[in-house]
């Protein structure tokens, strides 16, 4: 029978009383800062998730994602703490349901207790995410009393700041880099060649490649560091010693950390899967594995980055975007998204992130690749070979990449190049009007994303029984986790309320219009007026 410390709340899978087996199917959701977090762009009438707006899903498992960086084992919940060696970014001041890291006494910490023990008391487990992608985890190997420490520390924490709510931890520890990566300024990145060849060790010690922008100026890169056998032992240790105080452990490794049950025998060890192939240690005389310890597993079915694997891959299949994508109306699922599917004159929905050139922003062409389908001079084709795949249709090029605080002038380029495209495009439609402006920035080549055959396969392939991979792959994994504790992954955000963005000044610049100096106040956004 499984053994959980009294009041832990173990995930729905793994629930039985006194009374027999009280299993039941698990729904589980990451929650987090929705305005603080930039890479959300969610926005919310009551600025966070609420406990009402939970309880009206069917979701009865939440991991609190914060950016949590465990570079102390005695102490590693620090609000607002800046991670210096995780691009930077700071662990989130707040929490959904009411958590403010400013206010740590009084009314709203005790508020924010009072929600948690009626989301608990109906029977939703809650979880802290260990990590977040950029977010810095340990390279070295932990004690036994490191780890004991980061048990006691846990029981400290849950009792005090979540009110004995806390039923366990998260890891999410992917990937990060020792430079900047922030939304104006990102010094991290990869390149097959430079970084894909490297052993996971070699990674740590820091490799950086070279690029030149498109104003002549030659910038360095910093490969991302990727989890190393030491990561998994720490993994792997914390795991054993909160299992044997009786609390609860998961993993959301990327698609890329578990993918098979077979033995990497790349002479660099750079075919990843590292939560599959250094899962077993010894703690306390007592040879363990991570897959066995864990009371579930959420493979991110939904990760962009493929860490090289497509291109250090043998099977000739891993990459191709060979899937079977539909195209109706009602059950909308393409491998190349129209925005302008409705017509000339109605605005497509959707738009795409991107890091280029050491500056994050948003691209909003008419069609792309939005899915499986690399795009570029040189990439995997659906058929296996390689060659050229367009991004975007001719003419959308016409924003140049880079800071428009580093390089002003491209302000006025971006405002012409708006304008021209948008009046040549109502030429052509012949309304007279000017058309709708989409744009893609000029040299981006963009790399392949979930579904991939290899790691995330999607649901149906060309001339292939439905679900084939998927069940392929589940059915290898299976061999080293039970498939009863494993969950797919999916990523979505949505707003409800209408806000304004930064576009008026630079239109490629869709961003909030609410300024740094808000922030440290606590003003995310300006809803529309």
């Known amino acids: 029978?499984?053994?959980?410390?009294?009041?832990?709340?173990?995930?729905?899978?793994?629930?039985?009383?006194?009374?027999?087996?009280?299993?039941?199917?698990?729904?589980?959701?990451?929650?987090?800062?929705?305005?603080?977090?930039?890479?959300?762009?969610?926005?919310?009438?009551?600025?966070?998730?609420?406990?009402?707006?939970?309880?009206?899903?069917?979701?009865?498992?939440?991991?609190?994602?914060?950016?949590?960086?465990?570079?102390?084992?005695?102490?590693?919940?620090?609000?607002?703490?800046?991670?210096?060696?995780?691009?930077?970014?700071?662990?989130?001041?707040?929490?959904p349901f009411g958590f403010s890291g400013k206010n740590m006494t009084g009314p709203i910490i005790e508020a924010f207790k009072q929600n948690l023990t009626r989301i608990h008391q109906n029977g939703v487990t809650i979880t802290m995410v260990m990590g977040s992608?950029?977010?810095?985890?340990?390279?070295?190997?932990?004690?036994?009393?490191?780890?004991?420490?980061?048990?006691?520390?846990?029981?400290?924490?849950?009792?005090?700041?979540?009110?004995?709510?806390?039923?366990?931890?998260?890891?999410d520890w992917e990937g990060f880099c020792n430079e900047v990566c922030l939304k104006n300024q990102c010094t991290c990145g990869w390149s097959d060649k430079d970084c894909g060849n490297k052993t996971p060790e070699e990674l740590a010690k820091g490799v950086y490649f070279y690029n030149t922008d498109s104003h002549g100026v030659r910038y360095s890169n910093m490969c991302w560091i990727m989890p190393t056998k030491a990561t998994l032992q720490v993994i792997t240790g914390i795991t054993h010693f909160m299992k044997q105080a009786g609390?609860?452990?998961?993993?959301?490794?990327?698609?890329?950390?578990?993918?098979?049950?077979?033995?990497?025998?790349?002479?660099?060890?750079?075919?990843?899967?590292?939560?599959?192939?250094?899962?077993?240690?010894?703690?306390?005389s007592q040879d363990v594995d991570l897959m066995q310890m864990v009371d579930g597993i959420l493979l991110q079915w939904y990760s962009g980055f493929d860490a090289a694997l497509c291109v250090n891959s043998d099977d000739p299949k891993a990459c191709t975007c060979d899937n079977v994508d539909i195209q109706d109306e009602e059950n909308y699922w393409p491998n190349i998204h129209n925005n302008t599917r409705h017509g000339a004159d109605k605005t497509g929905f959707l738009y795409t992130y991107v890091d280029y050139e050491r500056q994050g922003g948003n691209m909003w062409p008419s069609t792309w690749p939005s899915r499986c389908q690399s795009c570029g001079k040189n990439v995997i084709l659906p058929d296996g070979s390689k060659g050229e795949f367009k991004c975007h249709p001719d003419g959308e090029d016409w924003a140049l990449p880079g800071n428009i605080v580093k390089y002003p002038e491209l302000i006025t380029q971006h405002q012409n190049g708006f304008r021209n495209y948008s009046r040549v495009m109502g030429q052509k439609q012949g309304g007279g009007q000017p058309a709708i402006a989409y744009w893609w920035l000029k040299g981006f080549a963009q790399t392949s994303k979930c579904p991939r055959a290899i790691d995330c396969p999607d649901f149906r392939y060309k001339g292939e029984e439905p679900y084939s991979r998927q069940v392929k792959l589940l059915k290898d994994i299976g061999n080293v986790v039970p498939l009863e504790k494993v969950a797919i992954g999916f990523e979505t955000l949505g707003n409800d309320v209408l806000v304004q963005q930064m576009s008026y000044a630079d239109p490629t610049q869709l961003w909030s219009t609410a300024s740094v100096q808000e922030h440290a106040k606590g003003i995310y956004f300006h809803e529309c007026t």
């Open 1 to 95: 029978m499984l053994q959980y410390a009294p009041g832990v709340l173990p995930p729905a899978p793994r629930r039985v009383t006194h009374n027999g087996n009280a299993k039941g199917r698990l729904v589980w959701a990451y929650t987090g800062a929705i305005t603080q977090g930039l890479a959300y762009q969610v926005y919310g009438s009551k600025n966070q998730v609420t406990v009402d707006s939970l309880l009206n899903t069917p979701c009865n498992q939440i991991s609190f994602i914060a950016n949590v960086q465990v570079d102390n084992p005695g102490h590693w919940f620090n609000p607002g703490k800046n991670d210096t060696n995780g691009c930077a970014q700071k662990q989130t001041w707040f929490l």
């Open 133 to 171: 992608w950029c977010t810095s985890f340990p390279l070295t190997e932990w004690t036994e009393s490191q780890f004991t420490e980061f048990v006691n520390y846990f029981r400290t924490l849950r009792e005090g700041t979540f009110g004995g709510n806390l039923d366990g931890i998260d890891f």
């Open 247 to 284: 609390f609860v452990v998961t993993l959301v490794p990327m698609s890329t950390a578990v993918y098979t049950s077979k033995e990497d025998t790349s002479p660099n060890q750079h075919m990843r899967n590292e939560y599959v192939k250094w899962r077993k240690h010894t703690f306390e």
